[in-house]
């Protein structure tokens, strides 16, 4: 089965800084979508950004940015020029076989001004 | 206005009533899912459905029923609630197969099972 795995229940950044969400993950797809999406305190799930594992380029949205190493299985999000807006629950996800998303267990972004 | 929209926001009910979770989409999105969101678990997935009529398990189904009659719908049944089943739901729908598409969510609805 899918897995996805968040190592860092726990992230501080401070405003206007950069900081990297790590995400690693397991699959027997050869080819797949990856995300990350985005819980404020307000609890709506937004959509943060999408890789398409076959293409090699990371994929960019404005301030947001991965790293993606599909080898190593590997998708960390990076947030430039952290705002104080940034401050959520993010959660990384993967395809799960049969037209279903798997989701870590989340990363807690606290952004300190 | 058009989105998608969960009823009721908060819930409190005792174990063993029964007790449904309504999600209505207006975009006529094919997929549906209802996952639930646990401190320690993150998102898992309970049920989804692919179109009117078409509804598979995932990976924590125990305990819940759901239906799809109408493509705009996906009614979330608990049978006989439980404790365990304190938690917040999340609907969420996608033009597409839930794992290459955008998952739109909806609010939540926090249930707690006394």
């Known amino acids: 089965a899918q897995t996805v795995t968040q190592s860092q229940p726990e992230m501080s950044v401070q405003e206007a800084e950069t900081v990297t969400l790590s995400c690693t993950y397991d699959?027997?797809?050869?080819?797949?979508?990856l995300f990350w999406y985005k819980q404020p305190p307000s609890r709506q799930m937004i959509l943060v950004i999408r890789?398409?594992?076959?293409?090699?380029q990371n994929a960019t949205e404005n301030r947001f940015s991965v790293n993606f190493q599909k080898a190593a299985k590997s998708f960390s999000l990076k947030i430039s020029d952290s705002q104080l807006g940034d401050a959520a629950m993010y959660f990384c996800?993967?395809?799960?076989?049969?037209?279903?998303?798997?989701f870590g267990k989340g990363t807690k972004l606290t952004v300190n001004p | 206005d058009a989105g998608i929209t969960q009823s009721p926001r908060y819930k409190i009910t005792e174990t063993g009533r029964q007790v449904t979770l309504m999600c209505h989409q207006t975009?006529?999105?094919?997929?549906m899912f209802w996952y639930r969101q646990d401190l320690g678990h993150g998102l898992r997935l309970i049920y989804y459905?692919?179109?009117?009529?078409?509804?598979d398990k995932g990976e924590v189904p125990d305990g819940y029923v759901v239906s799809r009659s109408k493509t705009e719908n996906f009614p979330l049944t608990l049978e006989s609630a439980t404790r365990s089943q304190t938690s917040v739901y999340f609907c969420?729908?996608?033009?597409?197969?839930?794992?290459?598409?955008?998952?739109?969510f909806g609010e939540g609805s926090r249930l707690t099972v006394l």
């Open positions: 969420a729908s996608s033009a597409t197969s839930g794992g290459t598409g955008e998952l739109f």
């Open positions: 699959t027997s797809e050869s080819d797949y979508y």
């Open positions: 890789q398409e594992a076959y293409k090699q």
């Open positions: 996800a993967t395809e799960g076989g049969s037209e279903k998303l798997v």
């Open positions: 975009w006529s999105h094919s997929y």
């Open positions: 459905s692919a179109a009117a009529d078409i509804t």
